[in-house]
């Protein structure tokens, strides 16, 4: 095989109570990914169409994400990487997680597969940590493994892949305004109360029980954040409006989608999840800011080949 085409899925981090730690992949957006052997050595940028990303190879997170792998796996020939850019950069889905796994994956690939898709993760995490900042695989590990999933640690990347209910459908609105996950970091503290720690754990816990025991009602319980959101909610332009309109939609729960501007909510099934986003547009509508709205199933699959 001399080249590979892949879908490169775009994601949610955190789904409120993970900061960090939890995400989920979509299938409905994601980037389309060229991946083909080369005579030269090395990695090569090819075309790059749609969003607009860098050009530059060091500020090009495929390529630095295609190259940490290739550091630990010398080759004689090399890589071209050519992105239709699908998913907004700065938009909170996981637009260079989608970029750094796709790169990863796509090589591996071409390679004759030397790596599992979760020894993928931590070349991926090279290019994740020039998008944004510091290294954390929320993104990245839902797009390489599918579903929903849970990183133990970021430091040793222990990822445990955990079960999607059947029935969850993902709204997204996303407002046409970029944040840059650097800058939306940047705004939090770096500690935070006992009793505010002691909740948030208890929601996860209890988040990651519900995906195993299909119980929606504990799964609407537990999608609560009462660390990141207080902070980040301000960046986010009628936020709490939008949240409280998907709840009255019949959602599960809302809330920032990774580090933002898009806003999440899940709900048990596609009536609802529609619903949801009919009634989250109303708010952008009525101030004029342009918006897209998504609507996926969980992908458990994550990365595709086409
Ligand atoms: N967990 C990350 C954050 C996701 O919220 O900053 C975005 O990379």
Known sequence: MDNINIFAPASVANVSCGFDVLGFCLDTIGDIMRVSKTKTKGISIGTLKGQKIPIDPLKNVAYVAANALLKDFPTNGGF?????KKIKPGSG????????A????AIN????????RSQLVKFAMVGESLASGDAHADNLAPVLLGGFTLVRSNKTLDIIKLPSPNDLIATIIHPKIELKT????????????????????????AFVSALYTNDYG???????????????AILIPKF????ESAIEAGALGSGISGSGPSVYALSKGEKT?????????????????DYEVHYSTINNEGIKIL
Request: charged share 25%.
């Open 80 to 84: 071209q990487i050519d992105i239709e």
């Open 182 to 205: 650097i800058h939306s970091r940047a705004i939090l503290k770096s500690e935070i109360p006992l009793t505010k720690a002691v909740e948030q754990w208890g929601n996860l816990g």
């Open 273 to 289: 999840a529609k619903k949801v986003g009919q009634f989250m547009k109303t708010h952008y509508d009525e101030i004029g800011l």
């Open 102 to 105: 796709g790169a990863v994956f």
């Open 109 to 116: 690939e071409l390679l004759g597969k030397p790596y599992s």
């Open 218 to 232: 504990l799964l609407s319980r537990s999608m609560k954040d009462k660390v990141i959101e207080p902070a980040r």
């Open 93 to 100: 889905i996981g637009s260079s997680a989608a970029s750094a």
């Open 240 to 243: 709490k409006e939008i949240k």
